[in-house]
């Protein structure tokens, strides 16, 4: 079974612009999560989608935003990028959204660069 | 203000040594708890998933624990190996509607031949 994919692998934007991302889940699976991984911040959630539904969404300024498809694959977009926008973007499916006990799976990444 | 708190914050052992890292949480009402390791470069990979009722749970050399009414967990890793060399985060998950995830901010650990 394939694991969860995301596109591109880097990215390297200017301030100012917008970027999307790409992720797509396992088979199966219909829960797409977001996260921002930074040094100094460490993990942090984005959004949840399951069945093309915002589920959850975490401290993030309206400039993120995301959607999800019929087939479960999911975008990610960043408007008006700042420096600080600079991180790796981490992309996690499941089974279920909410409190159950399965696993996130998670995709390498998208390592966005802001200059 | 639901919060994971991990240590150390990094950690160097010998190759074949044991280590234990720690997680302490206040997130409430708690589903569950989970390791996971991340290795340079690399999303996260799932190491164990511990509901409220369990104390312990094994993955190969790594094994878990949680108390639940300290708002405790550690994950131990005997025999460590090179490519133990990864950093580790623990994960709470919120018994909610919403069930926010909860993220340490990892023990970032180093094995040394």
């Known amino acids: 079974k394939a694991g969860v994919t995301q596109t591109p692998r880097y990215l390297i934007k200017t301030r100012g612009q917008q970027v999307t991302l790409s992720c797509s889940p396992i088979s199966g699976h219909r829960s797409v999560s977001w996260y921002q991984q930074t040094p100094g911040q460490g993990l942090q959630f984005l959004f949840e989608?399951?069945?093309?539904?915002?589920?959850n969404k975490g401290n993030f300024p309206g400039r993120f935003s995301g959607r999800q498809f019929s087939n479960s694959r999911s975008e990610m977009n960043v408007s008006t990028l700042e420096l600080g926008d600079s991180a790796l973007y981490l992309c996690a499916s499941r089974v279920f959204a909410g409190p159950h006990n399965s696993p996130l799976h998670f995709g390498n990444g998208t390592r966005l660069t802001v200059t | 203000k639901n919060q994971v708190e991990q240590s150390p914050q990094s950690l160097i052992i010998l190759e074949g040594k044991n280590c234990t890292l720690q997680c302490n949480y206040t997130v409430s009402p708690f589903s569950n708890l989970r390791w996971y390791k991340q290795d340079t470069g690399r999303g996260p990979v799932s190491l164990t998933i511990?509901?409220?009722?369990?104390n312990t749970k094994s993955n190969g050399r790594y094994t878990a624990t949680l108390d639940a009414d300290t708002k405790q967990s550690s994950l131990h890793i005997t025999a460590s190996q090179l490519s133990d060399s990864a950093s580790y985060i623990c994960v709470v998950i919120e018994y909610s509607s919403a069930s926010k995830i909860i993220f340490g901010s990892g023990t970032r650990l180093s094995i040394r031949p």
């Open positions: 511990m509901t409220f009722s369990e």
């Open positions: 989608y399951f069945s093309e539904t915002q589920r």
